[in-house]
C-alpha cells in the first residue's frame, strides 16, 4: 500500500508542475498554432498523471470497486493518452522543424493513423477481454499486446527525435541547434524512461523522467523568448551586443558589421498589409541565413529591430564582405521570387570594421548605420534619375 501511495503522490507532484507551465502558457499573448499544439502534450501529460493514479490505486486494491470493468477502461483511457500525447508532440516538432507534412490538415490526419491503430487495439482488447498485464504472486506481467501498444507511441517520439537531431546538426541551422536539440532531447529521455517503466509498472519512472525533461525544454524555450526575435527566430537585438562584446576581447577576430534594412519597407506594409509586411521580414531572414551558411566562416545574424537587420560577419578584408554584401542580396531577391511575391524585396547596406577601443560597439553600429544612410541616398538618387 505503502508503494502504490508513493506512486501516486509522485504522479501529483508531476501533475502540479505540468499544470503550473500550462497555466503559465494560456496566460501569455500571441499563441500561434504551434503553442496550442505544445499545450495539447501538457494537457495530456496531465491526463495521464491522474488516470496513471487511479490505474495504481485500482491494481494494487487501495481502491476497492464492484465494477470489474473500471480497471479494464482506465487502461484503455491511458493507453490512448499515451498515443495522442506522443503524436502531438510529434507534430509539435514537425511544427518547430516547419516540416511540410504536418503543415496541412490532410498531413496531420495521416500521420495520426499509427495512434488511431493503438487506441483501437486498446478498445479490442476492452471488448475481447484480452488483458494487457496480470498480477501474478505480487509482481505485474505484461503481454504481447500490452508491447505493442507502447512500441506505437515509442516510433513517433524516436522519429521525432532523431529528426531534431539531423536538422540540428545541418550548417544553416547552426544559429539555433540549442533549440533543436532541446527538442530532441525530450523524445529521447521519454522513450528510456518508458522502456524502463514497462520494466518496473509498480515504480513512477514515466512522470519523474517526462517531468525532468519538460522542464529542460520550458527552461530552454524561455532562454529563446530572451534571446531570440519571436517573428524571424534570429538573435534579437540583446543578443548581438552580448556577442559583439565578446568578439570585441579577440583582436586577433577581424569582424565587420553589415547593418541592412528593407527598401520602401512601409510601402509594402500600406499596400499589402502587416501581415504580408511580416511574410517579407521573415524572407529576409531566411535569406540571411542561406546567404550565410554558404560562407567558409560562420557569421552572426539579428534582427535589430523594425526592418533592420545586422551580420556580425567575420572576414579577412573588405573584398570578402563585399561578396558577402551581394550575396545577400542576390539570395534575397531568388527566395521572393520563389514565393511568388507580388512586388520587389531589396535590401541597403551597409558596414563598418569593429575596433577594440572601449566604446568600440557603439562606434561600429554607428559607421555601420551612416554607410547604411549613404547607400539608401544613393540608390534613391539613382531610381530618380
Not at 507534412?101 to 491503430?117: E, M, N, Q, S
Not at 539555433?176 to 522513450?191: E, F
Not at 579577440?250 to 528593407?262: A, F, G, I, K, S
Given at each position: 500500500?505503502?508503494?502504490?501511495?508513493?506512486?501516486?503522490?509522485?504522479?501529483?507532484?508531476?501533475?502540479?508542475?505540468?499544470?503550473?507551465?500550462?497555466?503559465?502558457?494560456?496566460?501569455?499573448?500571441?499563441?500561434?498554432?504551434?503553442?496550442?499544439?505544445?499545450?495539447?502534450?501538457?494537457?495530456?501529460?496531465?491526463?495521464?498523471?491522474?488516470?496513471?493514479?487511479?490505474?495504481?490505486?485500482?491494481?494494487?486494491?487501495?481502491?476497492?470497486?464492484?465494477?470489474?470493468?473500471?480497471?479494464?477502461?482506465?487502461?484503455?483511457?491511458?493507453?490512448?493518452?499515451?498515443?495522442?500525447?506522443?503524436?502531438?508532440?510529434?507534430?509539435?516538432?514537425?511544427?518547430?522543424?516547419?516540416?511540410?507534412?504536418?503543415?496541412?490538415?490532410?498531413?496531420?490526419?495521416?500521420?495520426?493513423?499509427?495512434?488511431?491503430?493503438?487506441?483501437?487495439?486498446?478498445?479490442?482488447?476492452?471488448?475481447?477481454?484480452?488483458?494487457?498485464?496480470?498480477?501474478?504472486?505480487?509482481?505485474?506481467?505484461?503481454?504481447?499486446?500490452?508491447?505493442?501498444?507502447?512500441?506505437?507511441?515509442?516510433?513517433?517520439?524516436?522519429?521525432?527525435?532523431?529528426?531534431?537531431?539531423?536538422?540540428?546538426?545541418?550548417?544553416?541551422?547552426?544559429?539555433?541547434?540549442?533549440?533543436?536539440?532541446?527538442?530532441?532531447?525530450?523524445?529521447?529521455?521519454?522513450?528510456?524512461?518508458?522502456?524502463?517503466?514497462?520494466?518496473?509498472?509498480?515504480?513512477?519512472?514515466?512522470?519523474?523522467?517526462?517531468?525532468?525533461?519538460?522542464?529542460?525544454?520550458?527552461?530552454?524555450s524561455l532562454d529563446n523568448l530572451i534571446s531570440q526575435d519571436p517573428?524571424?527566430?534570429?538573435?534579437?537585438?540583446?543578443?548581438?551586443?552580448?556577442?559583439?562584446?565578446?568578439?570585441?576581447?579577440?583582436?586577433?577576430?577581424?569582424?565587420?558589421?553589415?547593418?541592412?534594412?528593407?527598401?520602401?519597407?512601409?510601402?509594402?506594409?500600406?499596400?499589402?498589409?502587416?501581415?504580408?509586411?511580416?511574410?517579407?521580414?521573415?524572407?529576409?531572414?531566411?535569406?540571411?541565413?542561406?546567404?550565410?551558411?554558404?560562407?567558409?566562416?560562420?557569421?552572426?545574424?539579428?534582427?535589430?529591430?523594425?526592418?533592420?537587420?545586422?551580420?556580425?560577419?567575420?572576414?579577412?578584408?573588405?573584398?570578402?564582405?563585399?561578396?558577402?554584401?551581394?550575396?545577400?542580396?542576390?539570395?534575397?531577391?531568388?527566395?521572393?521570387?520563389?514565393?511568388?511575391?507580388?512586388?520587389?524585396?531589396?535590401?541597403?547596406?551597409?558596414?563598418?570594421?569593429?575596433?577594440?577601443?572601449?566604446?568600440?560597439?557603439?562606434?561600429?553600429?554607428?559607421?555601420?548605420?551612416?554607410?547604411?544612410?549613404?547607400?539608401?541616398?544613393?540608390?534613391?538618387?539613382?531610381?530618380?534619375?
Amino acid at each position: 500500500m505503502n508503494s502504490a501511495f508513493f506512486y501516486v503522490e509522485a504522479n501529483i507532484v508531476c501533475l502540479l508542475i505540468f499544470a503550473f507551465i500550462l497555466v503559465k502558457n494560456l496566460t501569455s499573448v500571441d499563441r500561434q498554432e504551434k503553442q496550442r499544439c505544445f499545450d495539447r502534450v501538457l494537457i495530456l501529460h496531465i491526463l495521464y498523471f491522474i488516470f496513471d493514479s487511479l490505474w495504481m490505486l485500482l491494481y494494487s486494491g487501495t481502491v476497492q470497486t464492484k465494477n470489474e470493468m473500471l480497471a479494464d477502461v482506465v487502461d484503455v483511457i491511458i493507453f490512448s493518452i499515451i498515443a495522442f500525447g506522443a503524436y502531438n508532440w510529434y507534430i509539435y516538432l514537425g511544427m518547430m522543424l516547419e516540416l511540410d507534412g504536418v503543415k496541412t490538415f490532410r498531413g496531420r490526419l495521416l500521420r495520426a493513423i499509427p495512434a488511431c491503430v493503438t487506441v483501437t487495439l486498446a478498445v479490442l482488447g476492452f471488448l475481447k477481454r484480452f488483458n494487457y498485464w496480470g498480477f501474478d504472486g505480487g509482481e505485474i506481467h505484461t503481454t504481447w499486446l500490452y508491447a505493442v501498444m507502447v512500441i506505437i507511441p515509442l516510433l513517433y517520439v524516436l522519429i521525432a527525435s532523431a529528426r531534431a537531431f539531423y536538422e540540428a546538426f545541418k550548417k544553416e541551422n547552426a544559429t539555433r541547434r540549442h533549440v533543436y536539440i532541446s527538442a530532441g532531447v525530450y523524445p529521447l529521455a521519454i522513450s528510456l524512461v518508458a522502456v524502463l517503466q514497462t520494466l518496473k509498472l509498480k515504480e513512477p519512472l514515466l512522470c519523474f523522467g517526462c517531468t525532468v525533461a519538460m522542464i529542460y525544454v520550458y527552461v530552454n524555450s524561455l532562454d529563446n523568448l530572451i534571446s531570440q526575435d519571436p517573428l524571424t527566430q534570429l538573435n534579437n537585438r540583446n543578443e548581438l551586443k552580448r556577442f559583439l562584446i565578446n568578439t570585441r576581447h579577440h583582436p586577433e577576430t577581424r569582424v565587420y558589421l553589415l547593418m541592412m534594412d528593407v527598401d520602401k519597407f512601409k510601402g509594402i506594409n500600406d499596400k499589402y498589409g502587416h501581415l504580408e509586411g511580416d511574410n517579407a521580414l521573415r524572407c529576409v531572414a531566411d535569406s540571411l541565413r542561406e546567404a550565410c551558411t554558404m560562407c567558409t566562416k560562420r557569421h552572426f545574424i539579428a534582427r535589430y529591430g523594425g526592418d533592420e537587420f545586422i551580420v556580425a560577419a567575420i572576414a579577412e578584408n573588405e573584398e570578402e564582405v563585399t561578396e558577402l554584401c551581394a550575396l545577400i542580396r542576390k539570395t534575397v531577391t531568388k527566395k521572393n521570387k520563389a514565393r511568388g511575391s507580388a512586388y520587389d524585396l531589396a535590401l541597403s547596406i551597409g558596414y563598418a570594421r569593429l575596433g577594440n577601443e572601449d566604446d568600440a560597439v557603439r562606434r561600429c553600429l554607428a559607421a555601420a548605420d551612416a554607410a547604411l544612410y549613404r547607400q539608401k541616398q544613393s540608390r534613391r538618387q539613382a531610381g530618380a534619375e
